[in-house]
Each structure stands twice: as structure tokens, then as C-alpha cells.
């Protein structure tokens, strides 16, 4: 699976936008972009993902750049509950396993 | 649908001792696998099953083996414990098909400390 790259942190203050950055420079034509989150003491929970296209959600929206290089996630109002470890991970189409392989992630604090 | 459920939800281990983790899904999904996340760390994957009677080895799988009779089960054993593997450890399923587009769903962890 292609690596990915995520800031190790980043701070946001409650009801303002987010955006999450991931680089990816080896991503594959057949990888699509996966998105993760984790709460504090639970398990990862799915956000969104994407080919090319940018994506919207009830939860967020995913851009993808032209080249496919890089992605951001952008939580569109910040709330307190979306304090998290966010995860940018590349899936491979073509050789669906069901692992999923984690980075660091992104720890997002959430001012009041 | 009750989800991913995962029992216990915590454990204390000697070193040496032997022990089951459970897992299961009511969500028929074909997929299943399991975690483990060390402090301020990422997960990693252990085992992972792609459907009953079908298992194979993930990034860290020595010190632990799995069956997958069942869909729904993906039972974790830890054959003799070691300090090393305290850790919380995830299980997760999702469904089949050669299609990187699906979710994987988590359950809760379990918080595995061996003394």
C-alpha cells in the first residue's frame, strides 16, 4: 500500500472550519483515498473517501487535488466532539483484504 | 444491528497465561481483522479473514493465532502472554468483493495489560 503524510497535530477553535491535509505522492491509479477518525478510547470510525472527485458527506468534505498527490478533509464547523486522531489511508481497488494500514495520524484539538 | 462486539472489554494477564479475545459481527459481513494499538501509536493489523475457514497474517502476527469458523466470529488467541502484547486490541469487519470503496467498522476494543 502507498505511504501517506499527515501533520502529527493541529488546533482549530469550536464552529470553525478544519482543513486536514495528506500527501500522497505514490498513490496509485487504483488507490482510492480513505479517511478515518478516532475518538478518544474508541475505535476508528469511517469519515469519507474518494477517487478523484472532491466529496461531500453529512459528516465532511474530501478534496482531492488534480494530480491526486495530496487531499485534504475539511470538517466544515468544528464541534468539541470532533476532537480526534485523524487518519488518511490509500486503498488499492484491485486487492480489497479488508486491512486497512494506519500512519500517525492527525491529533485535531478543538478550542472552545 | 448490534455492530462489532468485542468481549472483554478489559483484562489483566500474567505472564505466560493463555487467552481468548471475542469478536463478532451480526452484519454478515465477509471480512474481518484484527488490531492492536500500543500508546500514542497507530493501529496495526494482526490477522485478517477474507471469509469462513479463510485466514491469513497481517504486520505484527507473531504471538497470536485465529480461526474464522463462522461468519460472524473472529475469535483472537494469545497463545502465552508477554508484557509485549499489552496493548488495546480492535477488531473490525467489512464487506466483501474486490472493491476498495467500502468501510471497515470497528468495535470498541479491548484493553489487554500483561503483567
Known amino acids: 500500500d502507498a505511504k501517506t503524510t499527515q501533520p502529527n497535530s493541529m488546533e482549530s477553535n469550536e464552529e470553525e472550519p478544519v482543513h486536514l491535509p495528506c500527501n500522497h505522492s505514490?498513490?496509485?491509479?487504483?488507490?482510492?483515498i480513505h479517511w478515518y477518525r478516532q475518538l478518544p478510547s474508541q475505535g476508528p470510525e469511517y469519515v469519507i473517501h474518494?477517487?478523484?472527485s472532491n466529496v461531500n458527506n453529512r459528516m465532511a468534505s474530501l478534496a482531492i487535488a488534480e494530480d491526486r498527490k495530496s487531499s485534504t478533509l475539511i470538517l466544515h464547523r468544528a464541534t468539541l466532539r470532533d476532537a480526534a486522531v485523524y487518519y488518511c489511508?490509500?486503498?488499492?481497488?484491485?486487492?480489497?483484504?479488508?486491512?486497512?494500514?494506519f500512519g500517525q495520524g492527525t491529533t485535531l484539538q478543538v478550542k472552545p | 444491528n448490534a455492530g462489532v462486539t468485542q468481549t472483554p472489554k478489559f483484562q489483566v494477564l500474567k505472564t505466560g497465561q493463555s487467552m481468548t479475545l471475542q469478536c463478532a459481527q451480526d452484519?454478515?459481513?465477509?471480512?474481518m481483522s484484527w488490531y492492536r494499538q500500543d500508546p500514542g501509536m497507530g493501529l496495526r493489523l494482526i490477522h485478517y479473514?477474507?471469509?469462513?475457514?479463510?485466514?491469513d497474517q497481517g504486520e505484527v502476527p507473531n504471538g497470536y493465532n485465529v480461526s474464522r469458523s463462522t461468519t460472524e466470529d473472529f475469535p483472537l488467541r494469545l497463545l502465552s502472554a508477554a508484557p509485549s502484547q499489552t496493548s488495546v486490541y480492535f477488531c473490525?469487519?467489512?464487506?466483501?468483493?474486490?472493491?476498495?470503496?467500502?468501510?471497515?467498522?470497528f468495535g470498541p476494543g479491548t484493553r489487554l495489560t500483561v503483567t
Open positions: 489511508i490509500l486503498r488499492d481497488v484491485t486487492g480489497n483484504t479488508g486491512k486497512l494500514i
Open positions: 452484519m454478515n459481513h465477509e471480512y
Open positions: 479473514s477474507v471469509g469462513a475457514g479463510i485466514t
Open positions: 473490525a469487519s467489512s464487506p466483501g468483493g474486490r472493491d476498495g470503496t467500502y468501510e471497515q467498522y
Open positions: 505514490t498513490i496509485s491509479g487504483t488507490d482510492y
Open positions: 474518494g477517487l478523484t
